[in-house]
T-cell receptor
């Protein structure tokens, strides 16, 4: 079965510091797309960053970057200069090129301390 | 540019009733996917509609059905509601392709369904 594992249920970071959220996945496909979504208390699932598996270069979006280790099937999210507005639940997800069904992890709750 | 919209925001039903949830995709998107998110869990894929047909389906019973209209909006119907159907129902849209899937899905704010 295709799965996504987020082993840390909760993390906390001091404002302006850096935090890394871990994710591992399991798929036998070679063509797939990885995502981090953020879900604040407002419930809206917001795209944070996307990585194509065929690209070796790690994706970056402003303060957000990923460490994509394809052989290890690891896809961690690094948030730099954390802000209070980063506090939310973060979900790691992927779909394959042959199937658009997104498979999500259980999520991690990130709190930001002022 | 309007994003994905969903209605209603909240809904309370009793066991055995039927419910219809609605979704309008982001402008330029023609593919709609539905997800169920139980409290404290990640979303689970229900099904996806493209060109007014159900293209893919997750592991949900036939009580869950849907429809897509010519304007690409979509409905999710759940019959014979169970207590376990209480969840946040998320709609996501993406630009569609017939034979391959590369696009990012953008989510709406969700509908919170409570079954008593």
């Amino acid at each position: 079965a295709q799965t996504v594992t987020q082993s840390q249920p909760e993390m906390s970071v001091q404002e302006a510091e850096t935090v890394t959220l871990s994710c591992t996945y399991d798929t036998s496909e070679s063509d797939y797309y990885l995502f981090w979504y953020k879900q604040p208390p407002s419930r809206q699932m917001i795209l944070v960053i996307r990585q194509e598996a065929y690209k070796q270069q790690n994706a970056t979006e402003n303060r957000f970057s990923v460490n994509f280790q394809k052989a290890a099937k690891s896809f961690s999210l690094k948030i730099s200069d954390s802000q209070l507005g980063d506090a939310a639940m973060y979900f790691c997800a992927y779909h394959t090129g042959a199937n658009s069904k997104l498979t999500f992890g259980k999520g991690i709750t990130l709190s930001v301390r002022p | 540019d309007a994003g994905v919209t969903q209605s209603p925001t909240h809904l309370i039903k009793t066991r055995g009733q039927q419910v219809t949830l609605r979704c309008s995709p982001k402008s330029g998107h023609d593919t709609v996917s539905w997800y169920q998110q139980a409290l404290g869990q990640g979303p689970q894929f229900i099904f996806q509609y493209y060109e007014e047909e159900e293209r893919q389906r997750g592991n949900f019973p036939d009580r869950f059905s849907g429809h897509q209209f010519p304007n690409y909006s979509s409905e999710l119907n759940v019959n014979a509601l169970l207590l376990g159907d209480s969840a946040l129902y998320l709609c996501a849209s993406s630009p569609g392709h017939r034979d391959y899937y590369t696009d990012t899905q953008y989510f709406g704010p969700g509908t919170r369904l409570t079954v008593l």
